[in-house]
């Protein structure tokens, strides 16, 4: 299946700073799926978009995807320690999940 | 949300032994489970489908003969690392899909597997 790339790879912040990760395509993604994975954890499953455009929001994290459907981004606003962890985006293949290379967000307090 | 449970959490066996690793659905049937392996510091990396009452699909690059994967059940998948060696130390995480939806559901994480080769 085709990649998806995802940058940047690592993300120094400190706390209160907004943050973003963006995954990018070269092929229209039917959907994307966002998740996140603790230091020493499993990914967990965050949000699904589908529809060109979309956006939606979870508290301080909003998702979009793009009108295209080849690029999504995730934006954390004012960072909190828990935020602490791996981003990956992924693209789901009739359940097969092709995850991009992940964002490793650090949060100095 | 649904839980995945895999067993065990943590094992280190010596070069050329065997592990096998468990993947259980606890509240709901998954028909359709799937293992992934993860190196420090890398992406996950999706080694095979495994099909409840059928063979399991593996990816391209994966060894069927190496990694043994039996999906019994509607709730459990086993992968097997067949004459481990060092390089196949990494992290194994399976994930459970509901059914429906053609697959395009959220998928429920095992907490993983770390296996060390020594």
């Known amino acids: 299946g085709q990649q998806v790339m995802q940058i940047p790879q690592y993300q120094h912040v400190q706390e209160g700073e907004d943050f973003t990760t963006y995954c990018n395509s070269s092929?229209?993604?039917?959907?994307i799926q966002w998740y996140k994975q603790r230091p020493g954890g499993h990914p967990v499953f965050l949000i699904q978009?589908?529809?060109?455009?979309e956006v939606k929001k979870q508290k301080r994290l909003t998702f979009q995807f793009g009108e295209a459907k080849k690029n999504s981004s995730l934006h954390i606003t004012a960072t909190q320690t828990t935020d602490v962890g791996t981003y990956f985006c992924?693209?789901?293949?009739?359940?097969?999940?092709?995850f991009g290379q992940g964002t490793e967000l650090s949060v100095k307090p | 949300g649904a839980v995945v449970s895999q067993h065990p959490s943590r094992v280190i066996c010596k070069s050329g032994t065997s592990v096998k690793i468990e993947c259980r659905s606890l509240?709901?049937?998954?028909?359709?489970m799937f293992w992934y392996r993860q190196f420090p510091k890398q992406s996950l990396m999706l080694m095979a489908t495994?099909?409840?009452?059928?063979?399991?699909?593996?990816e391209q690059g994966v060894e069927k003969d190496k990694f043994l994967i039996n999906h019994a059940s509607l709730t459990l998948s086993t992968l097997t690392v067949t004459s481990a060696h060092p390089e196949d130390s990494s992290f194994y995480i399976c994930?459970?899909?509901?059914?429906?939806?053609?697959?395009?559901?959220?998928?429920?994480f095992g907490p993983g597997t770390r296996l060390t080769v020594l």
């Open positions: 092929t229209t993604l039917s959907n």
């Open positions: 509240d709901f049937q998954a028909t359709t």
């Open positions: 994930s459970a899909l509901p059914p429906g939806q053609g697959g395009y559901n959220e998928q429920f």
């Open positions: 495994s099909n409840e009452g059928s063979k399991a699909t593996y």
């Open positions: 978009l589908v529809k060109s455009g």
């Open positions: 992924a693209r789901n293949q009739g359940g097969k999940l092709i």
